[in-house]
């Protein structure tokens, strides 16, 4: 059952472009997550964000933000893409603090 | 630093064979989960146990946190259920950030 819900499926852009991909979630959960899983699959975290606290995995270039309009969705905005950034941008949600994660299907991003 | 370390890297079985998949942890953890992901798939959450034993039909997970380490056991292996299995933790920091491991890779053969 979907209840991690991402759009687009797929992404292709240039680079310096702006992209914006959009998560909601179904669950009623309090805190969402965007990961990021590169060419070789390896998930890494790249923000956890509720209504009270984000927070921001050191490594993550400013041209990355989190965008929240309430507790069921966080969408991630990317400046100015570059070329390391294509991957695939996984969208998670949870109860705060200590809960299983349930993830979307994915955006897929390649930039040219 | 790869906080968590999974192994086998790879596995290939025989159908109805048993696996046993393990992941550490270099620091103090207070959840874990195991995921399961196809080729292009969605990532699926298989079990969280942050302590002790937990089954969920052929899957069963037990943790020792103490140890810094959890396992995966599925029983009676099927074609199905080949795929990458991915272990992740959290390192007792605020909102449950995942860590994951590089994953095991499972074959299952007829």
């Known amino acids: 059952e979907t209840a991690v819900f991402q759009t687009p499926n797929y992404h292709v852009t240039q680079v310096g472009n702006e992209v914006s991909f959009n998560c909601k979630q179904t669950?009623?959960?309090?805190?969402m997550y965007w990961y990021k899983q590169d060419s070789k699959k390896l998930l890494k975290i790249m923000f956890s964000?509720?209504?009270?606290?984000?927070?921001v995995n050191e490594t993550v270039p400013r041209r990355f933000s989190p965008q929240s309009s309430d507790k069921a969705h966080l969408n991630l905005r990317i400046k100015s893409v570059e070329p390391e950034d294509s991957a695939v941008y996984l969208c998670?949600?949870?109860?705060?603090?200590?809960?299983?994660?349930?993830f979307g299907p994915g955006t897929r991003l390649t930039v040219l | 630093e790869q906080q968590v370390q999974q192994s086998p890297a790879s596995l290939v079985l025989q159908e109805a064979e048993n696996a046993e998949l393990q992941c550490s942890f270099s620091?103090?953890?207070?959840?874990v989960q195991w995921f399961y992901q196809r080729p292009g798939g969605r990532l699926v959450s298989l079990l969280y146990n942050p302590s002790g034993t937990k089954q969920s039909g052929r899957l069963t997970s037990t943790t020792v946190i103490k140890e810094r380490r959890s396992s995966l056991h599925i029983s009676s292996s099927q074609i199905t259920d080949s795929g990458t299995y991915l272990c992740a933790m959290d390192r007792g920091s605020a909102l449950g950030r995942l860590h994951f491991g590089a994953g095991t890779q499972l074959i299952v053969i007829p």
């Open positions: 964000y509720n209504n009270k606290q984000l927070i």
């Open positions: 998670a949600s949870s109860y705060w603090p200590l809960y299983e994660q349930y």
């Open positions: 620091i103090f953890t207070n959840q």
């Open positions: 669950l009623g959960h309090d805190t």
